[in-house]
Each structure stands twice: as C-alpha cells, then as structure tokens.
DNA sequence: CTTGAAAAGAACTGCCT
DNA sequence: AGGCAGTTCTTTTCAAG
C-alpha cells in the first residue's frame, strides 16, 4: 500500500476535526467527489491509520470527577513479570489506561472514581494491593486538554 | 434530566466497547427497537453523557513511532502565568495532551515524534524553550492498553 | 479523477399503545 | 416509556466519460 499523498493528509485533517462529517461533506471540505473521498477514506480504513470511531463518554457527567495518574515502580526483590502486574491492574474497574513505560517509573496509570474518598478506597484496596508494587507516585488531575497532534 | 438507569447504562457499556453499532444493533443487545434505542442516545447524547464520536488515528502507521511522557514542574521563579505557557505548549504540533496536575508536577505532557532523534529535535527545541520551564522527567512509552473503566 | 444513479442501510419523526 | 411504520439522509457500489 502506497503512503497517504497530500490529499490524503487534508482528509485526515478535515475527519480528526470533526468526525460526524459525511464523505460528501469532507469531499467538499478537500475539493473532492463524493465517490473519490470515500474510495481514499476506504483505503486509509485498510491501511490502519483509520483505526476505527471511538465514542468519548464523559465520565464527569457519570459522577466520575476524579482523575489521578500514578506513577508506579515495581518492587526490585518481588519476582513479579509484567505479564502478572499488568493482568491484575486491568482488573481494577477504575483504571481506565496502563501505560508500560521506561524510565523513573515501570508503569503509568490512568485512574479515575467518583470522588477523593473513592479514590482513597480504590488506591488502598486496589492499587496497593498490585503483585509487586514498589513506590507510587500520584498526580491528581485538574483540567485536560487534547490537542490536534501533528499532521 | 434524569439520571441514567440501568437500561441506559446497558447501551452505555455496549457503545463504549462497539463504537460502530448501529442503533438497531444496539437496541438488540439490550433489547430494545431501534427508534427506543435512538431517542435514549439521544438523551445520554444532549446530557453530555455521550461527548462525541471520534476518529482513531493509528499515529504509528503514519510514521509516529515514539510516544513520550513528560513531567513539568514550572520554574518557582519565573512569573509566567498557567494561560502563557499552556497557549506555548499547545502551540506545538508534537504534543498531543496537556494535563495540568497536583502533585510532585505542574503538568503532564503527552508527546509523538517519528524517532527518538525527531524526540530529540523537538525537545530541546520547542520544550525546553517553553515559558517558566522547570524541572522535566520523561518516561517513554513501551505500549499502552486502554480499558473500558467503570460502569 | 468525475458525474449520476441505484440499492442498502442507518438515522430520524410522528403516531399509537 | 416503548413499538411500528414511514421519510430522509448516508453509505456503498457500479457504470460510463
């Protein structure tokens, strides 16, 4: 498969803006027919750099308007492989994103719970309680913001 | 607007993990008729509980192979407000969130590059030279998994 | 690549229980 | 609320220039 050409980075362009377009409207936006637009969105599908719609539930609206990323470093004694340490962190509903990650920490964790006194109850019935945890480090979350990205 | 019962929380677990289900599709996984089915997306929709749909694009497959982690500490001397040096950093098209935090960092950056020397480029030049820089950490990603989070 | 069109499917509306 | 039926819009595919 050949790489995206120009036209193609101006449709992704145009979709990662705003994702409820139709083809015809995103041909329009890139100076495209209907019918050519949707051959080259068809192709991007194929290719994997369309991924495929996600649906952003927010979680605030639900009562879930506590945030906080952890930083964890696994215990260098515990004989724990990741494997284990990752199976059992995606069990714990509350978290929502693990990143393995090199550096200070071994794993990074995207935590969210109803509020401070439900995250108190996760982190110390949940999170401490992870097969070879070692130090945690927590920053709670006060605004976020997604950015376009390059392109 | 009511709160969400169950048969709302039933459609809001089958779209997070099936963003591309049709409305009928939904509506029989939790048993419903379509139009049934389309008027309470429509309500979850307009409560701001559904926030949008959005279009995965796989950043690897275009060539941005290197996700990196960043922790800001602001600079305790520099006077530079949280507007300037969030409107600095959202001006670069490598970073790809911007969290502002409470704890041992200011903020949490999420950054893509093509390479560890376009990690490189980008670092000393555009994140380095942010406004009331301060301390920075990174952690580079190995892999991710995104969960589905409570509900 | 374009236009035009047809068929299928999904989204939306109105009416009735 | 929920179901049914019908309308409208989009997607998807095809033929022809």
Redesign the pocket.
């Known amino acids: 498969m050949p790489d995206p050409d120009d ?1 193609d980075l101006a449709i992704l362009r145009v979709v990662r803006a705003n994702a409820a377009l ?3 409207a995103v041909g329009r936006a890139v ?6 637009t ?3 969105l ?1 192709r991007l599908r194929k290719a994997g750099i369309l991924a495929g719609r996600e649906l952003a539930l927010d979680l605030e609206a639900l009562g879930f308007g506590v945030t906080v990323f952890l930083g964890v470093k696994l215990a260098a004694k515990a004989r724990v492989s990741l494997e284990d340490f990752e199976r059992a962190v995606s069990a714990i509903p509350e978290v929502r994103r693990v990143d393995h990650v090199l550096g200070r920490y071994d794993y990074r964790l995207r935590v969210v719970a109803r509020d401070i006194a439900d995250f108190e109850r996760v982190f110390r019935r949940r999170i401490l309680a992870l097969p070879g945890m070692g130090e945690v480090e927590a920053n709670v979350m006060l605004s976020e913001r997604r950015l376009p990205g390059p392109l």
Chains 1, 2 share one sequence.
């Open positions: 036209t139709s083809t015809a100076g495209l027919s209907q019918a050519a949707w051959r080259r068809d």
